[in-house]
């Protein structure tokens, strides 16, 4: 369960199965966004050649989940609307601290966490729905999102001390425990 410290509540998947069109709107909104923290990593950091290299393969990566997330959207007849907003992430942002170098770091293992619990909810997806298409997708895309968290804790343990990232990490899946607990089981990504 990569570094996660709860599983999801049942009722969640419950909730998505009812609401399918509304979660797969709002996964191509997480997947655009994910390639937003990218860039917006990039763009914050320009100095750091080994984020900026990992980051434009991150990016690309997140903009072609978008895209099949749309044609999803587009052979089911569905189409994309207004992006509802992700609280589940600004909760986690807001966890990041204000000087350099933590926030680098809390920037980082945030994005890390939640590539993690992304990688959750489609592996449940994958599990719990009959379409076969999707079914398929979902679980090639459950890997690489894992394989995203694997790339945010290699670049913050090459910034940082490893030990560093370990307690930092620590106490930001215990937040995020708490935080994924608590949430109304909406039918969203991270609902
Ligand atoms: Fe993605
Ligand atoms: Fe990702």
């Given at each position: 369960?990569?570094?996660?410290?709860?599983?999801?509540?049942?009722?969640?998947?419950?909730?998505?199965?009812?609401?399918?069109?509304?979660?797969?709107?709002?996964?191509?909104?997480?997947?655009?966004?994910?390639a937003?923290?990218?860039?917006?990593?990039?763009?914050?950091?320009?100095?750091?050649?080994?984020?900026?290299?990992?980051?434009?393969d991150l990016v690309e990566e997140e903009i072609g989940h978008?895209?099949?997330?749309?044609?999803?959207?587009?052979?089911?007849?569905?189409?994309?609307?207004?992006?509802?907003?992700?609280?589940?992430?600004?909760?986690?942002?807001?966890?990041?601290?204000?000087?350099?170098?933590?926030?680098?770091?809390?920037?980082?293992?945030?994005?890390?966490?939640?590539?993690?619990?992304?990688?959750?909810?489609?592996?449940?997806?994958?599990?719990?729905?009959?379409?076969?298409?999707?079914?398929?997708?979902?679980?090639?895309?459950?890997?690489s999102?894992?394989g995203h968290?694997?790339?945010?804790?290699?670049?913050?343990?090459?910034?940082?001390?490893?030990?560093?990232?370990?307690?930092?990490?620590?106490?930001?899946?215990?937040?995020?425990?708490?935080?994924?607990?608590?949430?109304?089981?909406?039918?969203?990504?991270?609902?």
């Open positions: 369960m990569l570094c996660l410290k709860c599983v999801t509540n049942s009722e969640w998947i419950n909730s998505a199965k009812k609401n399918l069109t509304e979660v797969i709107i709002d996964h191509a909104h997480c997947e655009k966004k994910a937003l923290t990218g860039m917006n990593l990039m763009n914050t950091y320009p100095e750091k050649t080994d984020l900026g290299l990992e980051m434009a978008f895209r099949s997330v749309l044609k999803i959207l587009q052979r089911r007849g569905e189409t994309l609307t207004r992006d509802k907003g992700d609280d589940y992430a600004k909760e986690l942002f807001k966890q990041l601290r204000k000087n350099k170098p933590e926030r680098f770091l809390d920037h980082l293992l945030t994005a890390g966490i939640i590539e993690a619990r992304s990688c959750e909810r489609l592996q449940i997806l994958a599990e719990n729905i009959e379409d076969e298409e999707l079914k398929r997708f979902y679980t090639t895309l459950a890997k999102e894992a968290y694997v790339t945010f804790i290699k670049i913050a343990k090459e910034y940082f001390d490893e030990t560093v990232v370990k307690q930092r990490l620590e106490e930001l899946t215990n937040f995020e425990a708490e935080l994924v607990k608590n949430l109304p089981n909406k039918p969203s990504m991270h609902g």
